[in-house]
């Protein structure tokens, strides 16, 4: 496997990234030769994919729990590779929410409703654009006097690194480790343009087997 990562890496443009999916069997193995291939400040997420469960009760204690995900390592090639946040469609009604936020930002400290941000924390907004959407009705004093920003209703939510909504298999033809589409439309919708260009590794490699296996049965 180092050898195939190594050859991944090769021929990855500078943009680009790669996604390797794996089981809790040799996730942790395969991040630390991940690491030492890409380098760790290049590693971006492990994604955790939802795997079909079994929900039958066959005793009354067991060794272990079921698992219930997989993992999808994904790392970039450098730090010039870009993503769109994949979404999930999701129903919610507009909502207010607090204006602060984690860190310091020089300038985002200032006076709000007689308030200023707790140590360690700023305004999540300028000056300017706080007091323009005071003005529309989208920032206010909430009850406690403290300051908080109106969020829209949606009907789509980012999702995080954790995708229960979708499966990381497809039982279709029968083989056991077949990528679902799902999976695979994602990632190449979140990680690529219009013509970029996609390698699995693995069909490459089943794809020349085959060919090999013509060629020695032709004779």
């Known amino acids: 496997m180092q050898g195939k990562l190594e050859q991944c890496y090769r021929v990855l443009k500078p943009t680009g990234a790669m996604y390797l999916h794996c089981d809790w069997h040799a996730s942790h193995y395969l991040k630390v030769a991940m690491d030492g291939i890409f380098n760790r400040e290049n590693f971006r997420n492990e994604i955790s ?3 079909i469960r079994k929900n039958v009760h066959e005793y009354a204690t067991v060794k272990k729990l079921n698992v219930a ?27 207010w929410h607090a204006f602060d936020a984690n860190g310091y930002r020089t300038g985002m400290d200032y006076p709000l409703f007689k308030h200023v941000p707790k140590e360690g924390t700023h305004w999540r907004w300028t000056k300017e654009r706080a007091e323009k959407a005071i003005k529309e009705g ?7 006097g403290n300051p908080e920003y109106l969020i829209p209703a949606s009907s789509q939510v980012i999702l995080t690194s954790v995708w229960d909504d979708i499966s990381a298999y497809s039982f279709q033809s029968g083989y056991p480790t077949e990528k679902s589409e799902a999976l695979l439309d994602r990632i190449i919708e979140m990680s690529t343009e219009p013509m970029s260009i996609v390698l699995d ?8 087997l085959l060919q090999l296996i013509k060629r020695v049965d032709d004779g």
């Open 49 to 51: 994919v939802k795997r």
């Open 138 to 144: 989208k920032l206010r004093a909430s009850k406690s």
């Open 69 to 95: 995900f997989d993992s999808v390592l994904f790392y970039s090639k450098t730090n010039e590779h870009r993503i769109k946040p994949p979404m999930r469609n999701e129903k919610k009604i507009a909502r």
């Open 201 to 208: 590794p693995f069909v490459v490699a089943v794809l020349l």
